[in-house]
């Protein structure tokens, strides 16, 4: 199957700092990029959906000024965690979708994110 | 509205048993994708299976076979004689070509 490569896979970054994390597919060209949340425990929370070219669209609850996000190519999508704070630890996970609606959808391998 | 249960929030097992991973399902789209995935400790989802809407034929994999029934909207897993490098969060997810949705994930505990 096709192939998302996320990184860094893990980041321990001092709180007020900035983080990026990107997702690139690496054979494919990807219109669409998610990106999703996961706290311990729990299930993946989608956070922003972002289209390459366009702005990202948010889900309900998502500060799209703390979690930015940028979609400039068809192959890279990047997720910027600003003024990252320790509630902001978490795992963030990528997926990228070929052809734009109704293409088939693949996961990076997720970065772990500690602010300490 | 989309939606995906996953009722059976932890299950343990001894090596060697069968055991079942319930995922039910709600949709009104009727072209959809429905996935298994696994999640081991170290974070990464790894591909299972994926099933079309349009396919009910059931799969076996190996130890792995899928139940699926639209009657019921259910799409269940099923590993035969379990090891201990099963234990690991499984979550059953649909697409709808717009968005995924993911059940909340079974933690899957299989002990020696």
């Known amino acids: 199957g096709a192939v998302v490569s996320q990184h860094p896979s893990w980041v321990i970054c001092k709180s007020g700092t900035s983080v990026k994390i990107e997702c690139r597919s690496l054979d494919f060209q990807a219109t669409t990029m998610f990106w999703y949340r996961q706290f311990p425990k729990q299930s993946l929370m989608l956070m922003a959906t972002?289209?390459?070219?366009?702005?990202?669209?948010?889900e309900q609850g998502v500060e799209k000024d703390k979690f930015l996000i940028n979609h400039a190519s068809l192959t890279l999508s990047t997720l910027t965690v600003t003024s990252a704070h320790p509630e902001d630890s978490s795992f963030y996970i990528c997926?990228?979708?070929?052809f734009g609606t109704g293409g088939e959808a693949f996961f990076g391998q997720g970065t772990r994110l500690t602010v300490v | 509205a989309q939606k995906v249960t996953q009722a059976q929030t932890e299950i343990s097992v001894v090596e060697k048993e069968d055991v079942t991973l319930d995922c039910v399902y709600e949709t009104r789209d009727t072209t959809y994708y429905l996935f298994w995935y696994k999640q081991p400790p170290s974070g990464e989802l790894v591909f299972l299976i994926r099933?079309?809407?349009?396919?009910?034929q059931n799969e076996i994999s190996g130890r792995y076979s899928w139940n699926f029934q639209k009657s019921t909207s259910s799409f269940n897993f099923t590993i035969t004689a379990s090891q201990v490098v099963d234990s690991a969060v499984y979550f059953c997810a649909l697409d709808n070509f717009n968005k995924f949705y993911f059940g909340s994930g079974t933690k899957l505990n299989v002990k020696p």
């Open positions: 099933r079309n809407s349009f396919d009910e």
């Open positions: 997926s990228a979708r070929e």
């Open positions: 972002s289209n390459e070219g366009s702005k990202a669209t948010y």
